[in-house]
């Protein structure tokens, strides 16, 4: 009913019919319409609307970076990656790339997802400015912090402590920081001039460092004395044993681990193994360094007189590698064999001549897991030539850096029974990836922090834009439909096993891959108090993304978990956005002839909790901001 | 084709625009439907698609709303061959066939052409049925016949084939004098005649140039770009108005893209000089277009001339009209009423804004013969142009754009409107309902307009109204509420009932809400 008095006294007449009706509530994806919001909707409606930042362990603003790259501001989406997930550079060459399983344009079935982690690369190598230390968020407090350990879980750790405002020394055992990221990832894979430069920016915030330093468990001791809190960051460097029938225990069989870092550090002869026979046994998760990168590595050294294999004794698709890795070693003629177990080992003369591998079945059964269960077949083992073999099955963490009676908080795998240390990477969880030994550093640093400063001093939220430019992103719908090119490599004659392999796109191959990401940063949402259920918004939607719902059913935050579709106009109490769906092009909010779509930018962000607070002040209550109606 | 970010300048339907105009609807016959960019690009031909699959619809462009009956008898002919007998008149004065099959589209539009119509531009990014208010050529308050330059502004924008392809549609309207009975301030060119004096004494005829009014979600009123444009320079005026907007209309966004936004966002100053501009490239000489005030000599024209029943012109003869219900006829109606113009009229029929029948040139002592006729067929004659006399769009009957069923609301509202407590107030209000946002019926501009919305309920949604009152040719309605369907009838009764009790002498409806909100309401535009 209007309020407009200059109606009178029509409008007195009319409301004395008393016309009065009960609608159905307004559902709303955020807590507030623009500003900020930290409530658990606002973060279930953010997971929800970037898949792809939810899927990432360190919770990239993917999107964002993507954004920054398409309008040519590699430095910004340098940044943006530098703040959160550290080493860019390197993640942007190996890391495990869960967001791309979790991107949208996966489910949407055109040319597979965007390759994020080729963009992330893209952004560190056009960018203009060489990576540098970022700004501390407080104040010196004068705390000292102790971190074991210089690889990736560590230094993030280390410079996160450091924009807290404390004083941090690294402890690293080797002569370089940088952990598995220099140890253990092949320098044709990741050229150690990235880890370096990425290392320096958080050494040069003013970071203290003791290389060649190994703490042993009295030293622990003395650190816990002698610091304010210690952080053991230290890895899993005990590889797995392969007992194996015929094999002695050492000298024959040398771990993944082991090969990687003399192969890395350059201890090894070029043309030493020349001709021999290299069997890989490994292709899990814990061997995704190893195991692939071993066998590339190998095969440098054997030559094209030589062979290797690498043995795994489930599919590849248990493999930890991609299938474009596996392809791409199959060009390098690397033997994958899978479904084979090893069985025995044979020694003549002080040394090895085979191993024999029994074949492995699939099980029918698949359990819960969904991993499928696999056991060996017997009497089919067949006995491989093998001079070297490579044992890449996994790595342990050994606990006896701990001092005598200190052992992991069961809940809370950062804590300790010790109030003065914490565990974060790899110690804490067992082996696992670097983004995901990034975020865990990251972690420990707040809870160091809050344990120091006795309160939460930052908090993470989401911050809500209200655009106004028309639904229109920079984006056209025919960017959707752009052929991704391949990352160019290195030709096969060129490789010489020192030479990056993927070369990195080229500006214009890379804008091609920007612009193909829907940039889910920008939401729609339909204002159902202005709908006037039309559903033009309907017919011009290119996907399933809008529908007519008759009920919405929330959970326990008043997120919306599922939505009732009908085809009936007269059962349809919404007309609703599925943000799932939605691949952001804007037809509906250009079509609506109401204005009762809106597009609004999100973001996750922190800042101190006194910032937060003073933002949260400047809300404006849903449905605010005025639109342009006569 | 792999795109940079900043490649984007048009929409989507732009580009389909771009691969050309031209459709042949015997192909489209052998195919049996229309297919992909043929959708949009038919509406240059006249064809929408309907609500119902695979049915089309056709609008006839008629310029000014005169057909002479023997068109008249060919629009009976293929409403019965075609479009299942049925016809329905527009707010801009075309008729419109529906339930077209596309193999039939060919030989339908090869059937109008046999007597010189045509639905060539009759939806579509271009000029569309140039309107004229409907008494123009024999009005007794008209300045000038206006009927000619409608005519002529017509065949020549549709001549234009630099005027193809324009951002969005583009709607003219010729009104005889400032009474505004052709709606000039709702359409992209308004033309007002009118009467000055000029510095020798001489009386000169010609028109006040109104650009950017519109309906639609965002409703303008037109501004004025030339107060006096002499008479034979408006087609002039009219094309390079029509330049301005190919040139400058939005064609990113079709929603923004009309002449009203151009108006709105850029200016009238910024409008007149690039129509200056234009004009001077045509090499039309524009020292006598005037933008000053000018008086308009003319006699004194009441606020509504339509509503005199039966009007004799300055030909001394008489106009009678029939009030077809919800603008839709059958094929023998349209015959019957062809037949008594051939009898007793000018030969010609007139259709109206308000979706109804004229017929012109009655000779007075047979205007009772002709009324009775006229009953005979079905219609009514009384009541025209007043609160029986309601306006719906064809709503979800057939347009595949609406939200409501608006003729059903008309069924609804017409016992209300019909009660004998409101014969005293008859012509005092004007009622028009709309399915949806478009406008089609302006609901905006008369004294009681509605326009269709679903209303969420607890569980589903129903059909509803948002409801404006006050509105005049010149002047937007207020929104007063928005009401389920079912509580429509019961609200505009209060309206009403307030009206009877408020009402100032012959006040209309939106005169006494304007008076009696005066102290808020703004001001109308200056006529």
Redo the contacts between chains.
Sequence with gaps: ??D????????E??K??N?D????PIDQEYSTFTGVGAEPLDFKSYAKDIPCQEACPAKTRVPHYIQAI??GDHDKAYLINQEDNVFSAVLGRVCSRPCEDGCRHNWTDINGPVHICHLKRGASDYKKNPPAPLPAWFEKTGKRVAVIGGGPSGLTAARELRRYGHDVTIFERDKVLGGMMVQGIPIFRLPRTEVEAEVKAIIDSGIDVKLNTSVDAPMMQQLIDEYDSVLVSVGTVHASNLKLPGLPDDGHAVSGLKFMYDYNMGTMEDGSMKGQSVIIIGGGFTAVDCARSCARAALRLVGEEGKVTMMYRRTAGQMAAKYDEIEEMGVENIEIETLMNPHSARVENGKLVGVTFQRNTLEDEIPQSGKPRVHSIPETEEEFPCDLLIVAIGQTRTLDILPEGVHQNPDDGHLTSHEKVFMAGDFNYGSLDVITAVQDGKDAAEKIDTSLMGRQRRKQHIAIEMTNV?G?T??????DL?YPVSMPVLPLNQRDGTAEVELGHDL?GL??HA?RCYWCQNKFEID?DKC?????CIEVAPRDCINKV??LFYDEDDFVETALETDL??????IWIDSKECIRCGKCL??C???AITMRKTELCGCSTEEFEEKEKENQPYGAVPH??? | ?????D??VVS?EEHTKDHGLVIDYDEVGRKGALGGGEKLITKWYGIYQSRHPGNHMARVVIPGGVVSSVQARRIAQVGEDYGQGKLCITTRQCIQFHWLKAPALADMLRDLAKDNLSCFHGCGDVTRNVVACPLAETCQYRRIDVLPYAKQTSRVLTESRDLDNLPRKFKINFSGCGAGCGQPFINCIGAIAVLRKTDSGDEETGFKVVIGGGM?????IGQELFSFVPADKIVAVNRAIALLFRDHGDR?????SRLKFIVHKKGIDFCRKVVLDFLEKENVDTSDLETVLVDDVGDAYPDRPLLEPNPVGTDGKATVRAMIPKGEMTHLQIRQLAALTEKYGDKRLQFTQRQNVEIHGVKPEKVAEVNEEIAKIGFETEGFFGIRDIVPCVGTTYCP?A?TETRVLYDLLMPVVSKTKYNEIWDKALINITG???SCSPYRIVDIGFR???????????EAY?MR??GEHNR?G???????RE?CP??VE??L???LK?RKDGETLAQC?QR??????EQPVAV
């Design positions: 009913m209007s407009d008095k200059s109606l009178s006294p029509f409008l007449a009319v004395s019919l016309i009706y009960e609608m159905a398409a309008e028309n229109e920079g984006r056209v719908r025919d960017h752009q214009d804008q091609v612009t159902h006037i259920h039309c559903n033009w008759s009920r106009n007269d059962e349809a109490t919404y250009r079509i002839p109401t204005s342009f109606k006569y | 084709m792999q795109w940079n970010l490649k984007r989507e639609g979600w965002e409703a303008f990113r966004d079709r929603t923004q754009k939200v949806c946002p478009n269709g919305m679903r209303i969420r309920e607890k569980l589903g949604s129903v948002e009152i006050g937007l207020k929104v007063i509420g928005e009401f389920k509580d019961r609200v209060a309206i009932d307030t009206f408020e809400v009696l909100g005066v102290a808020k309401a």
